[in-house]
């Protein structure tokens, strides 16, 4: 850490809650850049007896917690051998009954997308103490780290963040319709949306999304493995294709994309020397 003599780092970081015996501190870390951890993350860390963390959290995150801390993976990715989600709740209340410091380590933010709410829901049933600790989501951070704005003034008032995991499912409560989506005229950020893609744009399209709205593929956001591939809502399924991309990526569909070659000359300063896999 630079800056100053690291006092007032330290006071920070010693005035944070003391993490006690039997709990579950459900924390975020962020995207994936270990740089972009919060200073709260970052003190619970240096206190947890066992960290259980996520598929997409870096190893550097892990190295902050003790020595002596245990590291329990409970990842799940989408194709690959799942942790259940029953199962992961059912190992932090057993953790916590124990009298372990407990840290749930969650990619993002572990509300965003992150299924922190359920664990939550079962940890308070289980009348588990809890302590709640945000993170930088990838789905904004991601765009940030592109050089895309989310919002710049005169070209949008809103931005739609979804899930693409679901799409097709019908009869979901919690179904999208990707039409009126669509017809809302703000720019649409996806998580977990490659695998349905071109159901997704399918749908964009029957709402009268149009085919030259631009979009961009932003893959490992924030990572040193950072790729971004710019395209337009009729390409993008096969530009990606042909970039050869793989998850983990945020897709940005809208106006605002537009607004990086705009933003170019400023941004490649901000986001340091990464060149987009194609434009
Ligand atoms: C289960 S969701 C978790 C989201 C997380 N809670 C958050 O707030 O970012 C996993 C999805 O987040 C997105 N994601 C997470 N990290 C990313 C990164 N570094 N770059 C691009 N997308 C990322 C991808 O869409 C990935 O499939």
Not at 8 to 20: H, I, R, S
């Amino acid at each position: 850490m630079t800056g100053g003599d690291g006092t007032a780092l330290d006071g920070l970081l010693a005035g944070a809650p003391d993490f006690e015996p039997g709990q579950v501190w459900l924390v975020g870390a962020g995207p994936g850049d270990p740089s972009l951890l919060t200073l709260a993350a970052v003190s619970a860390l240096g206190q947890a007896d066992v960290v259980v963390y996520d598929a997409l959290v870096d190893p550097r995150i892990l190295d902050l917690a003790r020595p002596e801390a245990e590291r329990l993976f409970a990842g799940k990715r989408g194709g690959k051998p799942s942790h259940n989600q029953a199962d992961i709740s059912a190992t932090l209340v057993d953790l916590a009954r124990k009298g372990r410091r407990v840290l749930r380590l969650k990619g993002g933010d572990p509300f965003v997308f992150g299924r922190g709410g359920e664990e939550c829901a079962a940890l308070g049933a289980a009348g588990i103490p809890i302590r709640i600790i945000p993170g930088i989501t990838s789905g904004l951070s991601g765009l940030t780290a592109a050089g895309i704005p989310a919002t710049l003034r005169g070209v949008n008032q809103a931005i739609f963040l979804a899930t693409g995991h679901g799409a097709g499912q019908t009869g979901a409560a919690d179904a999208i319709d990707w039409r009126r989506v669509a017809g809302l005229g703000q720019p649409i950020v996806l998580y977990m949306a490659m695998k349905m893609m071109p159901l997704i744009r399918a749908e964009l399209r029957a709402g009268g999304l149009p085919g030259t709205t631009p979009c961009a593929a932003i893959v490992s956001a924030t990572t040193a493995d950072q790729r971004v591939v710019f395209s337009q809502v009729d390409r993008l399924v096969e530009d990606m294709e042909a970039a050869g991309l793989e998850p983990p990526a945020v897709i940005a569909i809208g106006e605002i994309v537009r607004h990086r070659s705009v933003l170019d000359g400023a941004v490649r300063l901000a986001v340091g020397s990464e060149r987009p896999a194609a434009e």
